[in-house]
């Protein structure tokens, strides 16, 4: 016998359910019990078979994240008709790679020419330096005070030359940050020129979609066996990377706590179906409700928790 069997009193024509208690145990009766309402429940005919069944209720967690996959989703579909937009102009503008590395070298030129002044500037404000603490020098040679005047100025010409290095660190970061931008677009224009045109558009779509998994942490599912892999090595993900342990575990949905303290960050993953009916999962991330936890969701630390959600599964996958 079943354990937790209900015996029934009403007639045989009275509707009857069945469902799973929290502890396992299965149950069947012509009603539900309040403290078992809100459980998933199969609703059985006369001949006891399963006409219909009662999804269990969405518990407030699951309500918020539906809310916040939605958010992603929106997000998703900027971010892959931005990048559609940007395939367009790409090709409007350039008409081969030729023409990409001239305009590339004219940016770097321009970038070049700040770092020349940049150093030049260095350079006067180090003979300056040195000719400032030759007075001072020669002012305690001659047993004398070194005037407070001159000591201000070593220490403004140092604060100069400190800054106008910080200046040449950032010029020099701009253009590592145009050459590897411009590697990019070199790169997607050979993939959209080299395919005919009746596969531009995939391609361009392919890539949008790729741009839009990386920067919002998302993995599409190849076929359901790999899904379910992936969803494995997702919760690993979710336990590695998140400061709050994980209070809610099912097939479709890992949830972790909310974030208790304001440098603390949680993570959940859920499946999701796309349009083409085929599954992603995706990752999101939550801060704690504070300004400093704004700033910690907003950055660079969270922003990289994304970007490696994706490749960090595709390789256990490979192992």
Known sequence: MLAGVIALQSPVHAKMYRWVGKDGRIFYSDRIPPSQSRLER?????????????????????????????????????????????DKVLLSTFRNVDDLRLTLNGK?????????VYEKTV?????????????????????KKVPVAVLKQIDKIENNIKTTQLNINKVLEKRKGIETKFDKEIERFLFLTTSNKANAK?????????KAADTLGLYHCKDEKDCQLAREEATQFVILNSTTGINFNTETLVMGNDPIKETGISLSVSRSKRENN?????LDVRCHNSTIGTELCQGQKVDMIRRSFKPYIETALKK
């Open 278 to 282: 085929k599954v992603s999962i995706f």
């Open 42 to 86: 199969n609703v059985l005919n006369e001949q006891g078979r399963v006409v219909e069944v009662v999804r269990a209720a969405k518990t407030q967690e699951q309500i918020a994240l539906e809310k916040r996959l939605k958010i992603l989703r929106t997000e998703q579909e900027k971010i892959i008709v931005r990048q559609k937009s940007n």
């Open 202 to 210: 995939k391609v361009s779509d392919k890539m949008a979609e790729l």
């Open 123 to 143: 350079e006067i404000l180090r003979e300056n330096l040195d000719s400032a603490r030759k007075r001072a020098a020669h002012a305690e040679r001659s047993g």
């Open 108 to 116: 770097l030129l321009a970038v070049d020419a700040q770092k020349r």
